[in-house]
């Protein structure tokens, strides 16, 4: 039987970070990376991975780099036909996000550890759209009502 195809997707820093702590889980299945295309060193990994352009909302070409990661996440899902996306966001991955869930794919969101008391953009948004949707710290679950929490993932 064929394993699951999973892609993983994060912005570079601390979101990949967290993200990369589930590779126990990216090793188990058919699994691609997605992540920003930055200086940021993500170390060494078997696993294909995938760039999108990093997005900062306040900046100039934000609509324009969005448009583009749009494109690139199209090709991503077009080529890689993932059956599952797993996120701890930001902004560059959400074309990404919906886009899998469009084709038919689950969307599993996972809250960043740094979000204790107050939730993020990303996850405001994707938490409408995600068939899994994890917090990291039981106070969220009183702003995300329908989240799962299972502790961290450190």
Known sequence: MDKVKIVFA??????????LMLKPLM??????LVTE???????????????????????????????????ISLKIVIKERPKVI???GALAIIPLALLVKL?????????SFAKVSSKNLTGNLLYKFADRFY?????????????IYKGGIY
């Open 10 to 19: 994060a912005s570079s820093g601390g979101h990949l970070e967290q993200l």
């Open 135 to 147: 917090v990291q710290w039981e106070e969220m679950l009183k702003l995300y009502p329908n989240a």
């Open 37 to 71: 295309k930055t200086d940021y060193a993500m170390g060494k990994t078997d696993i294909k991975t995938y760039y999108v352009k990093q997005i900062n909302r306040r900046e100039l070409l934000f609509i324009p780099k969005l448009i583009c990661n749009s494109f």
């Open 103 to 111: 084709f038919g794919g689950k969307l599993i969101y996972l809250e």
């Open 86 to 88: 797993i996120t701890t």
């Open 27 to 32: 090793e188990k299945y058919d699994s691609i």
